[in-house]
């Protein structure tokens, strides 16, 4: 079987050492499969308010600086927005996409008067104040129909290749969640199960903050009839603060000035992936046997 990874960095600043872990291991994990497996990269930058003009291509130059080279040529969300509007329109054919005229406001409001002051992770747990139609109300964006869709099925279940044993359930932990702004930008969820399933990927490589996006992701798929990929969610960088090094708590670009700068940056990714030295071929080897369910 042909394996197929990627590496899917948005555009918000540059790479820096903890968007390079997550490079420099989905490569390895393509590195280490059989022949006809292809590396590939995908500026996720759909979320357009939150990218940053001339990152992408940032981004592109630092991986090429570092050896990172992808196997197809790059492609960007941007223009790829047909993919994702077929897509929506499956599922509200599907009775499974409806508007939502709330805004953060009322959705609090719901949530206060439901008894229910709980946010996950600083995110609302959507009440389903537009389940049942608008109110009147304009739409404001497009949601899933989780709950709906994911019925008396109970928690979603799924195998992460190095966190192993995962479940969420994702109507009660989550809730209806947004595919798309009404005027704005396509949600990162929807995007990234389009992409994947149109570019092949077989193999999904990222960082662990994004672990509690996977089950959302699988609903979607199995909604829009697409497969799922095997997951692996690697170690974060920690910043000085004990949060994961962003943009936000200084993170600073990686240094490519030169190739010995690249590679010691490369050195230090692969040291928070548990591998040791600094050959890309020992640290194939030590990928492989680290992971040994690799294809
Ligand atoms: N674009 C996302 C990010 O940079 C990663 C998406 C993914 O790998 O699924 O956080």
């Given at each position: 079987m042909t394996v197929v990874g990627r590496f899917a960095p948005s555009p918000t600043g540059p790479l820096h050492a903890g968007s390079l872990v997550a490079a420099l291991a989905s490569w390895l994990d393509v590195r280490a499969r059989a022949t006809q497996a292809r590396w590939l990269v995908r500026i996720e930058d759909a979320d357009t308010e939150r990218c940053q003009s001339g990152m992408g291509e940032l981004i592109l130059q630092q991986l090429a600086a570092c050896g990172?080279?992808?196997?197809e040529a790059p492609v960007w969300q941007t223009r790829r927005t047909a993919l994702y509007d077929a897509a929506l329109s499956q599922l509200q054919q599907a009775g499974l996409a409806y508007p939502c005229g709330c805004t953060r406001k009322e959705i609090d409001e719901a949530l206060a008067r439901q008894g229910v002051a709980h946010t996950r992770h600083g995110e609302r747990v959507y009440?389903?104040?537009?389940?049942?139609?608008?109110?009147?109300k304009k739409a404001r964006a497009w949601r899933f129909a989780a709950t709906k869709f994911q019925g008396a099925s109970g928690p979603l279940r799924w195998t992460d290749r190095r966190l192993g044993e995962q479940q969420q359930d994702v109507a009660s932990e989550?809730?209806?969640?947004?595919?798309?702004r009404a005027d704005g930008p396509w949600a990162y969820q929807l995007a990234v199960v389009v992409d994947d399933a149109q570019q092949g990927i077989t193999d999904v490589v990222r960082g662990?903050?994004?672990?509690?996006?996977t089950a959302r992701q699988i609903l979607l798929q199995r909604a829009l009839g697409l497969p799922t990929p095997r997951y692996l969610h690697t170690p974060l960088v920690l910043a000085a603060d004990g949060n994961k090094l962003s943009k936000q708590n200084g993170a600073a670009a990686i240094d490519t000035g030169s190739p010995e700068a690249a590679q010691a940056e490369l050195a230090a990714a692969a040291r928070v992936l548990g591998l040791s030295g600094d050959d890309r071929a020992a640290w194939v080897a030590q990928w492989r046997a680290l992971y040994p369910d690799a294809r």
């Open positions: 990172l080279l992808p196997d009440p389903g104040t537009c389940r049942d139609g608008l109110h009147g989550v809730g209806d969640f947004v595919l798309k662990e903050d994004l672990a509690d996006n």
